[in-house]
């Protein structure tokens, strides 16, 4: 989640900027008050957002989709690779695509997609994804085994589907 980073230092007046995270960096007064801050960050809202949106549609630019997916690839293949060897899991190939919500899926082929926007989850959100397409080799639902396939690699999946869901937006 983003952050608000108050930094206190001699000046007379606030400044407010917004970091490549999306994180708040407040310059403040050392002896202004905390409230005093909150309402200037409060009065600013629109104007954070607005510098939010821009940040991520720079680390999205349309022109490097290529690179990305590069990158990607690097990051995500190994690691399913990795995951598979250690668990048994036997697939017929990966494929980094560009979906927009879709952040991986699993074929009745056996095919493994992951979307290219994975490489910008946190490490352990990204674990998850490929477990759970992993597990979809085995049970091509969400029944209960699935989940207890899930569970039983990665014990504390529920964290990160609820990052996912909190956080996906900012990314997709
Ligand atoms: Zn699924």
């Avoid at 939010?52 to 690691?79: H, T, V």
């Amino acid at each position: 989640m983003n952050e608000i980073k108050i930094i206190r230092q001699n000046r007379k007046t606030l400044s407010l900027k917004v970091d490549k995270e999306g994180n708040i960096i407040v310059k403040a007064p050392r002896y202004v008050f905390k409230k005093t801050i909150d309402n200037f960050i409060e009065k600013n809202t629109s104007w954070i957002e607005k510098q939010r949106e821009k940040k991520q549609n720079s680390i999205l630019d349309p022109s490097k989709i290529s690179e990305y997916k590069k990158e990607a690839k690097q990051i995500i293949i190994p690691r399913v690779q990795e995951f598979a060897q250690k668990y048994g899991f036997t697939y017929n190939s990966i494929k980094i695509t560009s979906a927009m919500t879709r952040w991986g899926s699993c074929t009745s082929k056996k095919n493994l997609n992951f979307t290219y926007r994975l490489a910008l989850a946190p490490e352990r959100v990204r674990d998850y994804v490929i477990v759970h397409e992993l597990c979809h080799l085995r049970q091509m639902n969400h029944s209960k085994k699935f989940w207890s396939e899930v569970a039983s690699i990665m014990p504390d999946y529920k964290d990160q589907e609820k990052w996912l869901k909190e956080n996906w937006a900012t990314i997709s």
